[in-house]
């Protein structure tokens, strides 16, 4: 075997070396890399937490309220009867945002004296917004004490009318969050998306 026969061969092995290294690297840092991606996916719990959340409306009466849970948080869903919408616009005065002007409390479409899609359906996020103490209902008016009814939240005396607008005088700086939602069909909400708003 001549020197360059030798010297071909060693350039051979060391190309061949060189590849099989480059390629079992290559396998390595996928092994490496897969799981590592995967990690940084959410977790199934994690997309359910953030998914819309679908509300059947069909058997809620009128005057009835549900509570459902989006994202952690508590949210109401009230079918208003014709007396409770009745009411919507008779206390305005005694109210700290009437007109719904703050407007990170509810989307453009909520901005409204029902503060809803639809006069008969108010959705609002069930978290008082002085401390997020849970208000109760409090749907039974009392006209001797002025009250049409509405929430009332226990922690702090904070009140809100029917459409989760605050009173005047009360710990709460602002009206109860209306959380995006959209209607899906006449009888069911999903809460936690308003595109395609029907």
């Known amino acids: ?44 719990r994690a997309q359910a937490l953030g998914a819309p959340v679908e509300v059947p409306l069909g058997s809620i009466q009128a005057g009835e309220m549900v509570r459902v849970l989006w994202r952690g948080k508590l949210v109401f869903v009230l079918r208003r009867s014709d007396a409770m919408i009745g009411t919507l616009g008779k206390h305005d005065d005694k109210l700290r945002d009437p007109n719904s002007q703050v407007v990170e409390q509810q989307p ?13 359906w108010l959705v609002v996020e069930g978290s008082c917004t002085h401390l ?16 049409d009814g509405g929430f ?21 700086p602002t009206n109860l969050r209306v959380p ?10 999903l809460i936690g998306q308003d595109s395609g708003v029907a």
């Open 1 to 44: 075997m001549t020197e360059d026969d030798a010297d071909r061969m060693n350039r051979n092995r060391r190309h061949f070396l060189t590849v099989a290294a480059a390629v079992t690297g290559a396998v390595g840092a996928g092994f490496v890399a897969v799981p590592f991606l995967s990690s940084l996916k959410p977790s199934a």
């Open 108 to 120: 453009e479409y909520a901005a409204n004296e029902t503060r809803s899609l639809r006069p008969e």
């Open 152 to 172: 009332f939240c226990p922690c702090h005396g904070s009140k809100f009318d029917l459409a989760g607008r605050v009173f005047k005088g009360v710990p709460a």
């Open 132 to 147: 997020g103490c849970a208000p109760l209902e409090d749907f039974q008016p009392r006209p001797v004490e002025g009250w």
């Open 180 to 189: 995006p939602y959209r209607f899906v069909r006449d009888d069911l909400i």
